[in-house]
C-alpha cells in the first residue's frame, strides 16, 4: 500500500524580541524555558508518531517564532530525533524560518548538514528605518550577508519574506526593497500586507495616516505583481511568488487541502477527518505535555463535506491554479451553478478568469479576495449537500491523546 503524504509543522515559539506587527504565539525574555520546551516537543513527538502508520512526510517546516534564535544544535537534535521517531522522506522538503543577524555560517552548515534544505528569511523591508521602527534587530545589509552565507553553506532553495503597507512605508520605499530583494536571486519571494491584529504593539496605529491607505496599499500589491512576473517568479497564490519549481511545497499544503500534523505551543493540525489545535501558551504546553493526565489540545472536530467544500472555496481561490466545476462535482454532490453565476460576474469585471476549466481571481480580485470569497461562500451555503464526504476515511485514528 502506498502511504499518504502528510507536512509536518514544529513551533518554535522563542525570539529575540517581539516585532510590532506579531500577534502569533511567540514569546521574548523567557529563554530559561527553552530547554523545557525542547523536552516536552521530544517527547509530543516521541508519544504521537506511532499514530502516523501509513503517512509519509513530504514537507517539514521549523516556524515561529524565530527558531534560528532556538538554535542550530537544538534544531539538529529535534530533527534527528523526529526521523527517528516519524516517518519522513529522505526527498522531504525540510524549511526552517530564520530572522538575518541570528544565522551564522557555523549554524547554516550544521542545518544543511543535518538535512535542512530549505531557509526562509525575515528581510521585511530594505529600509533600515523602516526595519527599526517595526522592532526588527536586522538592517538590510544582515539580508544580504545571510542569503551569501546560505548559499556558501550549500542551501539552493531561499525565500525572503517582504511586508508592504508598513508605518511610513512610500510607494519608493517599496519599489526599493522589491529590487534589492530581487537583485539577491531567492528562489521564492513572499509579499504580505501588513494586517494589524489587536494585541500587535503597532495596532495603535490603524487607522492613522501613519500607515499606507487602502488604495496605496492595492497599488504597492499589483506593482509586486507585475516586478516580480517581469524577473521570473511566477505567481501561484496570493502573496506567494516563486521561480519555476521553486513553491513551498509545505505551504501548498494547506491551500490544496493536504493533511498536515503540528507539535508544539498553538500547533494545528488536519489529519484522518479531524482537526485540532495545541493549547496556545507555552507554558501551559510544556506542563501539559510533561504530565501525562493533562489535555494538549484546546480544539477538536471532525471535519464534516459541507466544512471541506467551504474550505475548498476559500483556500482554492487563494490559488491561482484556482478551482473548478469538475472537481466540486466530483467531490461534493451539489449544484456548481449559482457559484458559476457569482464567477462569471466576477469575470465581467476583470476580477476573476476561466483558463482551461479552472476559476482563478486575478490580482485585481485577490485584492478584494476577502469580500469575493465570502459572497460565494454565502451562495455555496445555501446550496443542500447530501454526500458521502471523501475525506471520511476508514483509517480515522481512533484516539488522539
Known amino acids: 500500500m502506498t502511504a499518504k503524504p502528510i507536512g509536518i509543522y514544529?513551533?518554535?515559539?522563542?525570539?529575540?524580541?517581539?516585532?510590532?506587527?506579531?500577534?502569533?504565539?511567540?514569546?521574548?525574555?523567557?529563554?530559561?524555558?527553552?530547554?523545557?520546551?525542547?523536552?516536552?516537543?521530544?517527547?509530543?513527538?516521541?508519544?504521537?508518531?506511532?499514530?502516523?502508520?501509513?503517512?509519509?512526510?513530504?514537507?517539514?517546516?521549523?516556524?515561529?517564532?524565530?527558531?534560528s534564535y532556538y538554535g542550530a544544535d537544538r534544531l539538529d537534535a529535534l530533527f534527528d530525533f523526529m526521523k527517528r521517531r516519524l516517518p519522513i522522506l529522505k526527498s522531504a522538503e525540510v524549511t526552517f524560518e530564520a530572522n538575518p543577524e541570528s544565522l551564522t555560517k557555523k549554524d547554516l552548515r550544521r542545518l544543511r548538514n543535518a538535512g535542512f534544505n530549505r531557509v526562509s528569511i525575515g528581510a521585511q523591508s530594505a529600509n533600515d528605518t523602516i526595519l527599526a521602527f517595526i522592532g526588527r534587530r536586522h538592517k538590510f545589509e544582515h539580508v544580504r550577508e545571510a542569503v551569501a552565507n546560505a548559499r556558501e553553506a550549500g542551501f539552493d532553495n531561499i525565500s525572503l519574506d517582504l511586508i508592504y503597507g508598513l508605518p511610513a512605508q512610500t510607494r519608493e520605499?517599496?519599489?526599493?526593497?522589491?529590487?534589492?530583494?530581487?537583485?539577491?536571486?531567492?528562489?521564492?519571494?513572499?509579499?504580505?500586507?501588513?494586517?494589524?491584529?489587536?494585541?500587535?504593539?503597532?495596532?495603535?496605529?490603524s487607522g492613522s495616516p501613519v500607515l499606507p491607505d487602502d488604495d496605496l496599499q492595492a497599488d504597492m500589491y499589483l506593482y509586486a505583481v507585475d516586478a516580480l512576473a517581469a524577473q521570473g517568479y511566477v505567481q501561484y497564490e496570493i502573496s506567494n511568488f516563486a521561480q519555476k519549481g521553486c513553491e513551498s511545497k509545505?505551504?501548498?499544503?494547506?491551500?490544496?487541502?493536504?493533511?498536515?500534523?503540528?507539535?508544539?505551543?498553538?500547533?494545528?493540525?488536519?489529519?484522518?477527518?479531524?482537526?485540532?489545535?495545541?493549547?496556545?501558551?507555552?507554558?501551559?504546553?510544556?506542563?501539559?505535555?510533561?504530565?501525562?493526565?493533562?489535555?494538549?489540545?484546546?480544539?477538536?472536530?471532525?471535519?464534516?463535506?459541507?466544512?471541506?467544500?467551504?474550505?475548498?472555496?476559500?483556500?482554492?481561490?487563494?490559488?491561482?491554479?484556482?478551482?473548478?466545476?469538475?472537481?466540486?462535482?466530483?467531490?461534493?454532490?451539489?449544484?456548481?451553478?449559482?457559484?458559476?453565476?457569482?464567477?462569471?460576474?466576477y469575470m465581467k469585471s476583470g476580477y476573476a478568469r476561466l483558463v482551461n476549466g479552472r476559476w482563478s481571481l486575478t490580482p485585481a480580485g485577490f485584492l478584494l479576495s476577502n469580500q469575493l470569497i465570502g459572497e460565494l461562500l454565502d451562495v455555496q451555503s445555501e446550496q443542500k449537500f447530501n454526500v458521502g464526504s471523501p475525506w471520511r476515511k476508514e483509517d480515522y485514528f481512533t484516539t488522539l491523546y
Open 250 to 345: 509545505h505551504n501548498l499544503k494547506y491551500w490544496q487541502l493536504g493533511e498536515y500534523v503540528g507539535f508544539g505551543a498553538s500547533a494545528s493540525s488536519d489529519v484522518g477527518g479531524r482537526r485540532f489545535t495545541c493549547i496556545a501558551d507555552v507554558e501551559k504546553y510544556i506542563s501539559s505535555v510533561m504530565d501525562a493526565s493533562a489535555p494538549i489540545i484546546t480544539h477538536l472536530e471532525e471535519i464534516t463535506a459541507y466544512e471541506r467544500v467551504s474550505e475548498y472555496l476559500m483556500l482554492g481561490l487563494r490559488t491561482v491554479n484556482g478551482i473548478s466545476e469538475e472537481e466540486y462535482g466530483s467531490f461534493y454532490q451539489s449544484s456548481f451553478k449559482p457559484i458559476r453565476e457569482l464567477l462569471e460576474g
Open 173 to 205: 520605499d517599496w519599489v526599493d526593497t522589491l529590487s534589492r530583494a530581487m537583485a539577491l536571486s531567492p528562489r521564492h519571494i513572499s509579499c504580505y500586507g501588513l494586517h494589524l491584529e489587536e494585541g500587535a504593539p503597532l495596532f495603535r496605529y
Open 10 to 67: 514544529i513551533h518554535i515559539p522563542f525570539c529575540a524580541s517581539r516585532c510590532g506587527y506579531c500577534d502569533f504565539c511567540t514569546t521574548a525574555g523567557k529563554d530559561e524555558l527553552i530547554p523545557s520546551y525542547q523536552e516536552a516537543l521530544l517527547r509530543h513527538i516521541g508519544e504521537f508518531g506511532p499514530r502516523l502508520v501509513g503517512y509519509a512526510a513530504d514537507t517539514v517546516y521549523f516556524g515561529g517564532g524565530t527558531p
